[in-house]
């Protein structure tokens, strides 16, 4: 991205990008095992995607349970593209990660007899093996204790910071990062940490749309990145769309309050205007089906009753077990003018959780040699077209200690120590800026044309809107060089308008319904033709790749490798058009599948 050169640089061997559960596990792993680590985060060290987690995380802890059960479940709910051994990795490693996350001072709720961890149950889930903390506040204990961890471990952070653009060495490999201090603390404006291997952990891209449940600062950042530093990004398709956002209008815009879905594990159920329980009958679970299936039923009923919204009824639980088990969600509610104690609670669904995102191995490689991803920003193969209630957290968990395994078993200060001299962002300087008004400009865009409802038309329309947008940049830009002023809002509507359009490119290229892509005018799922990964790629000149596997196998990982060279032969569908920086038309290509069993 168009942006200064960096007047200050910091050495390190490990970059963490992120400080929410994957981030800060990496970090406190990679420090751990003698790597000079630095953390940079957007906002302050708790301000992420984490500490909004209500739920809880899951994994195979309680009498009966077992990870086998787990794997069962999580393979339900991936709608048939779950990565079989990704995900047979996080069930079987998680119940003791997240022992060792209890080691790191999480404290989650417990029987005040047994002393034995709480269980709870979320949609998808056969069995009560959701860990809670605070009753609905699980997202921020495991971020208290995580924040303490890293700070009593000594691990240099740097706050308020945006990252900009990835760094390469003249062999190609990750040679750290550029980044935009936000005038705060030692440093202010544009620096860099050079290091041989960064870690994204920037979690998701939730304000590509107008209404979702992620924070401010999720604004895709970390896929943006890996896209213009020519890493691979899959499904990118597959949003989830949380079923049940407290409703606060039709034109309520930005982060909205979530109802945890550990309400209707604990037996609240979904109703229209009339009290019809409307779930029943769609699915053997009801309100507790898979996040897709119940986020579709809400929509059908709203579009069959003309309704802009239906309502949660969980007045039976009485007042005692909202306080002490939802105080959060209870207060949240109650902000809002609406006590669920006595009244019923109007929701609606609202973008949620990015099921895709760079591609990594089961080590957390990217195809950029040294450039590694875990949490939302990641796309390991473990959520397939859709996620499992609580399975994120477990992943962030999971795969950072994985991540933290791989550099430490590689000789220290390996690739170029420090970043080298010569260690460049590699990214063509130069590109179209966004002015920060385009941000809502975009997230009305995503909403209309790529929201939970899409189609043909839909898309079609969204993909020219956004190809204005960029457009008009790039011709002022070429006509007379101007470009909006570089500045944190300017670089983040950038970074949304490129994510936004590689969404909306593989979106037109998924002609069937599958986990959380709906598409209207292509209602049944097919596994004939579409049981298989959508894998994008931006080539040198800035053009789209888009490759379909031939299975629902993930390929593997090869860093260094350009994402096309294979067959060349059409994957199914053909290319729309360009997502990159400029309007060189997209390539499609078609990869035979490959197995990683590292």
């Known amino acids: 991205m168009t942006a200064p050169a960096p007047g200050w640089a910091i050495d390190a061997d490990v970059v963490v990008v992120g400080s929410g559960v994957a981030g800060l596990t990496a970090a406190l792993r990679c420090a751990a095992a003698g790597r000079k680590t630095v953390v940079v985060t957007k906002a302050r060290l708790d301000a992420g995607s984490t500490r909004w987690a209500q739920g ?94 890293v700070r009593e471990a000594g691990v240099e952070t740097v706050e308020n910071a945006l990252v900009l653009d990835l760094m390469k060495d003249a062999r190609g490999r990750t040679a750290g990062v550029t980044l935009h201090v936000m005038g705060e603390g030692q440093r202010d404006g544009v620096g860099a940490v050079r290091a041989p291997a960064v870690v994204l952990a920037t979690g998701g891209m939730g304000q590509v749309f107008s209404a979702t449940t992620n924070p401010a600062v999720s604004t895709g950042d970390g896929v943006a990145l890996a896209l213009r530093a020519g890493a691979e990004v899959s499904d990118l398709e597959f949003v989830q769309f949380h079923p049940t956002v407290l409703f606060l209008g039709p034109g309520a815009e930005g982060q909205q309050p979530l109802v945890s879905e550990a309400v209707r594990g604990e037996g609240a159920y979904l109703v229209d205007a009339d009290g019809v329980r409307f779930m029943r009958g769609q699915h053997e679970l009801a309100e507790l089906a898979p996040r ?80 590694y991803a875990c949490g939302e920003v990641a796309c390991t193969g473990v959520h397939g077209a859709n996620r499992l209630a609580s399975n994120s957290l477990l992943e962030g968990l999971v795969f950072a200690e994985r991540i933290a395994a791989d550099i430490s078993g590689t000789p220290e200060g390996a690739g170029t120590p420090h970043g080298g001299p010569g260690a460049v962002p590699d990214a063509a300087p130069g590109g179209p800026l966004l002015v920060p008004e385009a941000r809502y400009e975009i997230q009305r865009i995503m909403t209309a044309g790529a929201g939970v409802l899409r189609s043909a038309a839909s898309l079609a329309g969204a993909a020219a809107a956004l190809e204005r947008l960029h457009t008009t940049a790039a011709a002022e830009l070429s006509v007379d060089g101007k470009t909006a002023e570089p500045c944190v809002e300017s670089w983040e509507a950038t970074n949304l308008l490129l994510v936004s359009r590689v969404l909306v490119a593989v979106a037109r290229e998924r002609e069937e319904t599958r986990g959380c892509h709906w598409r209207e005018d292509r209602p049944d799922r097919d596994d004939e033709h579409w049981r298989r990964h959508l894998v994008a790629r931006l080539g040198p000149d800035a053009e789209l790749a888009i490759i379909s596997t031939d299975t629902a196998d993930f390929p593997p990982v090869r860093p260094g490798a350009r994402a096309g060279a294979g067959t060349g032969t059409d994957s199914p569908g053909a290319s729309r058009g360009p997502a990159g920086r400029t309007d060189a038309s997209a390539a499609v290509h078609h990869d035979p599948p490959r197995r990683d069993n590292s």
Do not use: N
């Open 56 to 149: 809880g995380i899951a994994a195979a802890l309680g009498d009966g349970d077992t990870p086998e059960q787990h794997l069962d479940d999580t393979l339900v709910a991936g709608a048939g593209l779950c990565d079989e051994t990704a995900v047979r990795a996080l069930v079987t490693e998680g119940p003791d990660a997240v022992r060792r996350l209890i080691g790191s001072g999480a404290r989650f709720d417990t029987d005040d007899g047994t002393g034995e961890i709480l269980l709870t149950r979320e949609g998808g889930h056969h069995r009560r093996r959701i860990a809670h903390a605070g009753g609905d506040a699980t997202g921020a204990e495991i971020s208290r204790a995580l924040v303490e961890a």
């Open 292 to 371: 897709d299936i119940v986020a579709k039923g809400i929509m059908r009923r709203m579009r069959e009753t003309g309704a802009g919204h239906m309502y949660l009824d969980a007045r039976h639980f009485g007042a005692e077990m909202w306080e002490h088990r939802f105080p959060t969600i209870l207060a949240a509610c109650r902000s809002h003018g609406i006590d669920p104690v006595t009244e019923l609670i109007p929701v609606s669904p609202a973008a949620h959780y990015a099921s895709g995102g760079v591609r990594t191995d089961l080590r957390g490689r990217t195809t950029v040699p040294g450039l």
